[in-house]
């Protein structure tokens, strides 16, 4: 018979060892940081290296904790991109902030869960403290309520499951620069092909208005219900944010719901210089931000905000016996009802810690110095004449090319940047032809770092300010 009483925790670390791990990973994480200049912006090993190095049988017998964790740091998480590098201004590079670091270790370490109010009223409450912080900088009214995500892809999803049960099908209108996850999306929350249409962008690559109320009265002679159009602030491609008050004005007009993907660009609403191109934003009935992105957050964090309260639950309530003992009073918020996700992680404590720590003052200050930068590099390849800027800079992303070059010509000068690991950069199409691209969202980016990846691309650049 087993003595349970003492029997030892099989998985068990005396407190000594844990301390000494800990402090390990903690010293190694400060390390990269300081040192994340001097490293590749990225790394891409082989399938057959990155096997050897890393799989084998599974392990029948523990090994010693360190070896492990070195393997960790100097195998696998040396081979990746790094969204905190500095002259890293791929895609959406996504740097962390410290402070978002620690509360993601806290809460890691604390196991904490945000799924019910019974089963973590605290880390609940959490969120629901920094989705109201996010609404109000946001300038949505109050009562909008909200949710948080693995990212924008299924937060924008989520949205748009939610508007649809709440108002029935009918068409949804989106541009050729809507982000790609939503377009591959639809389909799975019930919208039909004849359901989503999708306008080409203006030459702004932007939603163009007249077009849209033009497609929105041809499907109506058709017989089709209008129901839904889909703006973004700040498409991913250049930035471009939709012209969001007259689109709005539309929507109000035909009575449709209008979501806004501001999965990258609506964190530049928390600037002065951000807001004024974002104006109209409050409008949305529902609107999506990723912290990981703009607002300096470890991965993964992407929220939702609704205007109309109830909407969320009323798509999502779930209530089978099994949760009967930790279902919530009406005050009390289950964040299982406003998703899909049932077990959900604590992802707003690391954004409420960046807020307590930093103060909305100097992350706004972070996002207008991304702001700044897009427009330095802008100024610098309208200095060559060899080059020519493709669109301006926009919230932080400006995209170029080479004149008389083709695609394989830019591709090759993004990959041999790359592969010298000083920096990456983004090959990319605008309207049809190619183009590079930078997105200069790190706080860690001085304007010297944006001018020597210009200057490896071929861009002749001047004496530029250090910044």
């Known amino acids: 018979m087993t003595d349970f009483k003492n029997t030892p925790d099989p998985l068990g670390l005396d407190a000594a060892e844990m301390r000494q791990l800990g402090y390990w990973v903690v010293d190694r994480v400060v390390a990269h940081l300081e040192g994340i200049a001097d490293e590749p912006a990225i790394q891409a090993g082989t399938p057959a290296e990155l096997r050897a190095a890393l799989g084998g049988l599974p392990p029948q017998a523990g090994s010693d904790p360190v070896e492990a964790l070195e393997t960790l740091a100097d195998v696998a998480l040396a081979h990746m991109q790094h969204g905190e590098h500095p002259r890293n201004f791929a895609r959406v590079p996504g740097p962390s902030s410290f402070a978002g670091v620690l509360g993601e270790w806290l809460g890691t370490g604390f196991n904490a869960i945000a799924a019910s109010w019974g089963g973590g009223s605290g880390p609940a409450t959490v969120e629901l403290v920094t989705l109201d912080w996010l609404r109000s900088l946001l300038g949505m009214p109050e009562g909008t309520e909200g949710v948080m995500t693995s990212g924008g892809s299924l937060a924008n999803l989520t949205a748009l499951a939610a508007a649809r049960a709440s108002e029935g099908p009918g ?40 077009a849209l109320h033009a497609t929105i009265t041809e499907d109506k002679a058709a017989g089709r219900r209008p129901a839904f159009v889909v703006a973004t602030a700040g498409t991913t491609n250049t930035g471009a944010v939709d012209p969001l008050p007259e689109i709005a004005d539309l929507c109000d007009s035909e009575g449709l719901w209008l979501h806004v993907d501001g999965a990258y660009g609506a964190s530049a609403a928390l600037c002065e210089a951000g807001r004024r191109v974002l104006r109209g934003i409050e409008r949305a009935d529902s609107l999506v931000l990723d912290p990981h992105k703009w607002l300096f957050q470890p991965i993964d964090a992407g929220c939702l905000f609704v205007r109309r309260p109830g909407v969320l639950k009323r798509a999502f309530h779930m209530s089978p016996d099994y949760l009967a003992d930790v279902t919530g009073v009406d005050e009390e918020v289950d964040f299982r009802d406003r998703s899909l996700e049932l077990t959900r992680r604590a992802r707003a404590l690391k954004l409420w810690l ?114």
């Open 354 to 467: 960046s807020f307590r720590i930093y103060g909305v003052e100097r992350i706004s200050s972070a996002i207008a110095h991304g702001i700044a930068l897009a427009e330095h590099a802008e100024r610098v390849v309208a200095g060559d004449r060899e080059w020519e800027v493709a669109t301006p800079a926009q919230l932080g992303i400006v995209t170029f090319a080479k004149r008389g070059e083709d695609d394989n010509a830019h591709a090759s000068r993004a990959a041999a940047l790359a592969d010298s690991g000083h920096g990456v950069v983004t090959s990319t199409k605008v309207l049809g032809r190619p183009a590079l691209r930078l997105c200069t969202i790190n706080p860690r980016t001085t304007a010297l770092d944006v001018s020597s990846v210009l200057q490896r691309l071929g861009v002749a650049v001047g004496h530029e300010p250090r910044t």
């Open 171 to 210: 068409v949804c209108y989106l541009s050729d620069q809507t982000h790609a996850s939503i377009v591959r999306g639809l389909p799975a929350f019930g919208f039909a092909g004849d359901e989503v249409r999708v306008l080409a962008c203006d030459v702004e690559m932007k939603l163009p208005v007249d």
